[in-house]
């Protein structure tokens, strides 16, 4: 059986960071499933398909293509061929991703992607129904979060660095709309699996984080049950 770690969170709590080190110290694959949702709507974007008609993201769904690839170990997402990688972390491209995510073709699509993958190889896949949906049998199951407040900051931190301008406020109540989309969807919402491990990142760094993950994964490695009831 393949190693299957599961991660969740909302948007800005760390989660692909965290897992992208992961799986490079262990040698696992990270497939980054929000980097899917997102490939998904640009493509909605570049058609002008709107955000609510359903009927016609329906439509879409039938004749688009997504895959993924690993180069150098790191993933790059094809939309019908093409690597759009560089084009799917923009704000624009996330909140269609958040508004089309809702949609049952969306979401069918991409898990069997998603299970395929894992049901093959060992990975360690970052989502918002990763541990409750697409892998419920996962060796290790982590729910990851900041406050709103901590989340906007480093996204900020992060804009600000690559020279774009912002509001810390704006992205703040961005945050806080996406979780709450996010969360009072229909179909597979965010929110912490059962036997899920809460870790609160609001006061660590990033050390911090991996050593406490590395722990979780050592642990759920030599016994996969047990590790939910620490
Ligand atoms: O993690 P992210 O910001 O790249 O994700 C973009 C959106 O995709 C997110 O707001 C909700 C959706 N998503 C999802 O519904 N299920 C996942 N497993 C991953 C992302």
Redesign the pocket.
């Known amino acids: 059986m393949p190693i299957n770690i599961a991660i969740?969170g909302p948007?800005?709590a760390g989660?692909?960071t965290v897992a992208k080190k992961l799986a490079e110290d262990y040698g696992y694959i990270y497939v980054?499933?929000?980097?899917?949702?997102?490939a998904m709507?640009l493509y909605f974007l570049r058609q002008g398909i709107d955000s609510h008609d359903e009927a016609a993201i329906g439509r879409a769904c039938e004749t688009v293509s997504i895959s993924l690839e690993y180069e150098n170990g790191i993933q790059q997402v094809y939309l019908n061929g093409e690597n759009v990688s560089s084009e799917?972390?923009t704000e624009a491209?996330?909140?269609m991703?958040?508004n089309t995510?809702?949609y049952a073709p969306v979401?069918k699509k991409?898990?069997e992607l998603?299970r395929e993958l894992a049901g093959r190889r060992d990975v360690v896949?970052?989502?918002?129904?990763?541990g409750t949906a697409?892998l419920p049998d996962a060796t290790l199951k982590v729910y990851l979060t900041a406050s709103s407040h901590v989340r906007a900051e480093r996204r900020y931190k992060e804009l600000t660095e690559r020279g774009e301008s912002c509001s810390l406020e704006a992205i703040e109540q961005d945050i806080i709309e996406?979780d709450y989309?996010?969360m009072h969807?229909e179909l597979?919402p965010?929110k912490q699996a059962e036997d899920a491990i809460l870790l609160d990142t609001s006061a660590l760094n990033f050390e911090e984080v991996m050593r406490e993950m590395e722990k979780l994964v050592e642990a759920a490695k030599k016994n996969p049950i047990a590790v939910g009831n620490f």
Do not use: F, P
């Open positions: 969740d948007a800005g989660k692909s980054d499933t929000g980097a899917m949702y997102r709507a799917l972390r491209v996330g909140n991703a958040s995510s809702v979401r991409l898990v998603q896949m970052d989502g918002r129904d990763i697409v996406r989309r996010d969807r597979s965010l």
